[in-house]
């Protein structure tokens, strides 16, 4: 970066290089993690005589689209939010502790996800792994599994919009 900056280019630029780049690795991340999702999925369905889908319990192309997109954004509102921050380090030690605390904004959600259910939290429960935008992809997934769609895409509606702001603030 500080080779870049001595070279008669536009830090605007450069931070757009940068964000289209994470866009790049983002959807990469996002359909391999789409690919192995749906080869977990079909795994669930051990013998015919346990139809899931029979029950309901299945996902389809939409499903699976809108999930992606949901993790495509997640990624890319994280290396935007970390670019954002890195600009107001001094060195690359200082930008890794202004990092860190990002990893607990993605550790809560994934714990509450784990070991409790998203309709089971207290209101303030709710507002605060609602608020947190790395929460969505996970929620995303349990809700479109049993077609619950206000919630998968108010989420998806929230983390773009944080993404897009993210990104303009970065830019």
């Known amino acids: 970066l500080e080779t870049l900056l001595t070279l008669p280019v536009k830090r605007r630029s450069i931070i757009t290089g940068k964000i289209v780049g994470s866009a790049a690795v983002g959807m990469v991340m996002a359909l391999i993690y789409m690919l192995a ?5 079909s795994g669930l369905n051990p013998s015919p005589e346990l139809d899931l889908a029979a029950h309901g319990i299945s996902m389809g192309a939409v499903d699976y689209l809108i999930l992606g997109i949901s993790l495509f954004l997640a990624v890319l509102g994280a290396l935007a939010l970390c670019l954002l ?13 202004l990092n860190a605390p990002l990893i607990a904004l993605t550790m809560i959600p994934m714990f ?11 209101l303030a429960g709710k507002v ?6 790395f929460s969505h992809p996970m929620m995303a997934s349990r809700a479109l ?5 206000a919630l998968a895409l108010s989420g998806l509606a929230y983390m773009a919009i944080f993404t897009l702001v993210v990104i303009f603030i970065a830019v």
């Open 37 to 41: 999702y749906r080869f977990f999925m």
């Open 85 to 97: 921050l890195g600009s107001f380090a001094k060195n690359y030690k200082s930008a890794q502790m």
């Open 112 to 122: 509450l996800t784990m070991f409790t259910d998203f309709d089971a939290l207290p």
């Open 128 to 133: 605060i792994t609602f608020a947190i935008p």
């Open 145 to 149: 599994l049993f077609d619950q769609y």
